[in-house]
């Protein structure tokens, strides 16, 4: 039996504006960032973007995606969206969990693309919960959830593991070995804090040139691609 599949969160490639996190003005914030970006480069738009995006991501995960949960028989899910990707070594680390654990979470590569480009790697913790794209339930668990229930385990990840303790159930958090890549990026709704910007957050040209040699170097070939193209368009924006 297949031991984890990923569960396409959003897709805004595939949903619109409807493919954006569930936070209480997330969708006024998205559309204030296509507005901008679509005004700051109309030769390769914010869709082309998330395109691309999407395509990058693609090729590096680690595991196969489905829209929903109820599609694959893997024994772990993992809610993810359509611009992170899962790193090698998830199979291994999910198969010898022991059963009474229905979520796993783990530690995130995090590759911040504003205004200051920089990768890191932020370990998880409980008292912060875990990224969108560092935890994994239970198929089975998943099977016993209301709808209500399942939303909340899909969109609210900060909290996951609160959930899965109120259940009177078990979570396992692995801290010392990055299991995921998070991409944030001038495109990410979180990258303005307000519907009210009038800007979009990024570096110059020149930042993303330097960061993406750095992560050539470090290997980090993915993420390199996509700063060299915020530099391409770091450009075209001067």
Not at 30 to 57: C, G, H, M
Not at 58 to 83: C, F, H
């Amino acid at each position: 039996m297949e031991i984890v599949t990923g569960w396409l969160r959003r897709s805004y490639l595939a949903d619109g504006t409807n493919g954006f996190s569930c936070g209480s003005d997330a969708y006024e914030r998205a559309k204030t960032i296509i507005r901008l970006w679509n005004q700051t480069f109309p030769e390769f738009s914010y869709r082309d973007f998330r395109k691309f995006l999407t395509e990058v991501a693609s090729s590096q995960n680690a595991i196969s995606l489905v829209r929903d949960w109820k599609e694959t028989q893997a024994e772990w899910v993992i809610p993810i969206d359509d611009d992170d990707w899962i790193l090698d070594g998830i199979e291994q680390a999910l198969a010898g969990v022991p059963e009474e654990f229905v979520l796993v979470g783990w530690s995130v590569q995090v590759a911040n693309l504003l205004q200051d480009p920089r990768l890191f790697i932020d370990k998880v913790h409980w008292q912060t919960g875990p990224y969108s794209c560092g935890y994994a339930i239970r198929r089975s668990f998943l099977e016993t959830l209301t709808p209500e229930q399942l939303r909340l385990i899909r969109d609210d990840h900060w909290n996951v593991h609160r959930y899965v303790h109120f259940a009177g159930r078990k979570y396992l958090f692995f801290e010392n070995k990055p299991l995921a890549q998070y991409v944030w990026t001038p495109a990410s709704v979180s990258s303005i804090k307000s519907p009210e910007a009038t800007r979009l957050s990024f570096a110059t040209a020149e930042k993303y040139h330097h960061f993406a040699e750095q992560c050539e170097s470090q290997g980090h070939i993915a993420v390199a691609r996509i700063a060299r193209k915020l530099a391409e368009l770091a450009r075209k924006k001067l």
